[in-house]
Every structure is written in structure tokens, then in C-alpha cells.
């Protein structure tokens, strides 16, 4: 049973940068699929970035394209969302995602039900 541990977030002045970590239980961690959602009160959750683990996809939403990055480090069973630049409206709560088990179907990193794994959450929180 995976379990995934969101870290990293805190509050910042726009312009400033956060690094969010994604941490995966066990000894392997071998994924379809890695996103980072967010949501903020009285909105849907949205997607962010994701990266799809056997070709090294990687994708993001388009107001955060060159503001945003997301890797991976292998040893560490671990994913970071990179943020700089960030802006009072990317104030949320992100999620870390994972698709694990069963069928992943290539290209649909941005839907929510693509993913069979959910983080607990870390907030950020941009003041302007």
C-alpha cells in the first residue's frame, strides 16, 4: 500500500519561490503516472504539472509554463514542484498525485480520475 506525503509549502510574497516535495512510501516506487493538482476555496481542483514516468513526459497547465518545474529523484522516491515567480492566485492547497495500479491511458495526466493515489495536501499561500 503506497501512501504519498506532500511537504514544502508555506506563505511568500508574490515573486517569491516554494519548492514542494512529493514523498512515496516503500522501497520501489514505479508509477505510470506523478501530478500535482491545487484548489482553492470554492473552486475544482485543477491541475498543475505531471510527468509520465516511462517516457519523461512532462506537462503544465498554461499559466504556469516557465514559472513552474517539475522533477523527480529516483534514489528518494520522491517528486518536487519547483514554483518561482509565484502569484497571489496560485494561493491553494496542492495535491500530489500518482497512477500506480491498473490501466493507464497515455495523455490523460490532467484529469483527476486518472490517478489512484492522493497526497493529503500542502498549502500555499501567495500575499501580494
Known amino acids: 500500500q503506497v501512501q504519498l506525503v506532500e511537504s514544502g509549502g508555506g506563505s511568500v510574497q508574490a515573486g517569491g519561490s516554494l519548492t514542494l516535495s512529493c514523498a512515496a512510501s516503500?522501497?520501489?516506487?514505479?508509477?505510470?503516472?506523478v501530478g500535482w493538482f491545487r484548489q482553492a476555496p470554492g473552486k475544482e481542483r485543477e491541475f498543475v504539472a505531471a510527468?509520465?514516468?516511462?517516457?519523461?513526459?512532462?506537462y503544465y497547465r498554461n499559466s504556469v509554463k516557465g514559472r513552474f518545474t517539475i522533477s523527480r529523484d529516483y534514489a528518494k522516491n520522491t517528486v518536487h514542484l519547483h514554483m518561482n515567480s509565484l502569484k497571489p492566485e496560485d494561493t491553494a492547497n496542492y495535491y500530489c498525485a500518482a497512477k500506480i495500479s491498473g490501466i493507464y491511458y497515455s495523455g490523460t495526466y490532467y484529469r483527476t480520475d486518472a490517478y489512484n493515489y492522493w497526497g493529503q495536501g500542502t498549502q500555499v499561500t501567495v500575499s501580494s
Open positions: 510527468i509520465e514516468w516511462n517516457v519523461g513526459s512532462i
Open positions: 516503500g522501497r520501489t516506487f514505479s508509477p505510470y503516472v
